[in-house]
């Protein structure tokens, strides 16, 4: 029988390459499988169709029984939440429920996929000139502009420094389904994620704050040194918050169905403020504020939890479900009704690759959790 200590081993050395965005070209010597068992689960971990076929095949398995043994043994303190163990710990659940718990393939029938039509999240925005003309940019439009280009990915505005009287603006709208990148005229580097908004200058003007605002979404801030342009801060703005630094990396998230503005800071500092308060965040420090009292609440964070989404993972650590389908909603650009209340704050921790459909992903938290969902006319209702 397979020593279930070597299975964790080996998902836990998958999944550090995974982390690292690196292929998994080997696994090292366990002496658990032999090499054409290994070549197998390599195949079968990063193949989509098998991927799909089997977290399908786990509707005869009995998901909530087997997840709490499988806790059992993975042996994780409740309070700890690091998103490389939860990366670990779902793909073990992968290699374990498939390899131990579902190894009669004599008396399975793969089931029928039905085509629900949701489709993932893409790279695609609409850019607004000065005059008012809107571009539409994603992977079948390329656009070249005055000191402006932009590709299937990303706009990028040419670094200049010039001497001008009158700013000229520019709108980035990403929809729902989509995220796009932009690098301003002063080499800072923005993602947006889905259903934001970006306004900005075409150029800066020397000598004053380099400002931009996010009118509503989430944003993924590099921010060119303020070194680098004679000592002028970069200053960002969102419809109840300012944030002023010299060059720092950071990420915000003002959505306007959501009544809480936060702010994580990766590396630098940062002044949040607004009308009444002021504080100053350092690294792993994140910033609620509450638009109904105007105040600030500090708190040290895990800072990939928060900023994951821009390489293309979600990453939730003991999420509320209510939390992850607003996530979910706006990647996909799926409605999505929790019709059972008490649903709502069930918690879930894992790491999910963003370019996957939402049924392997709905498939997943379904495997850590007593839901149960449905989807029609690409409507997700979860029971």
Known sequence: MINFNKIILLSKQIAASLLKDEKVESLEPLDLFSQEEKDNILKRLTDNTEIESRLQSKIEIDKKKDWESLKSKLHVPKKTYYWQYATAASIALIVALTFLLNNNDDDYTEPVLVDTKIEIGTDKAVLTLADGTTVLLDSTNVY?????????KEVIYEIAEQNIDELEFN???VPRGGQYHVKLSDGTEV?????????????????????????YG?????????????GDAFTLKTNAQSLTVLGTIFNVKAYKDETEIITTLVEGSVSVSNTINEVILKPKQQSKLTQANNDFEIAT????????????????ANKPLKDIMKVLSRWYDVGILIANEDMENIAFTGVLNKQQSIENILEIIKSTNNMNYKIENEYIIIE
Not at 197 to 212: A, C, D, H, M
Not at 301 to 316: A, L, M, N, Q
Request: hydrophobic share 30%.
């Open 144 to 152: 070249q502009g005055k000191n402006v280009k932009g590709n299937g």
């Open 171 to 173: 709108y980035l709208t």
């Open 191 to 215: 993602w947006l994620n889905s259903e934001s908004q970006l306004k900005y200058p075409v150029s800066f003007i020397r000598g004053n704050p380099r400002e931009v605002e996010l009118v």
């Open 218 to 230: 989430e944003a993924y801030f590099e921010v060119s040194k303020s070194s680098k342009h004679n």
């Open 301 to 316: 964070v895990e800072v990939e939890d928060y900023i994951s989404w821009h390489r293309g993972v979600f990453s939730f």
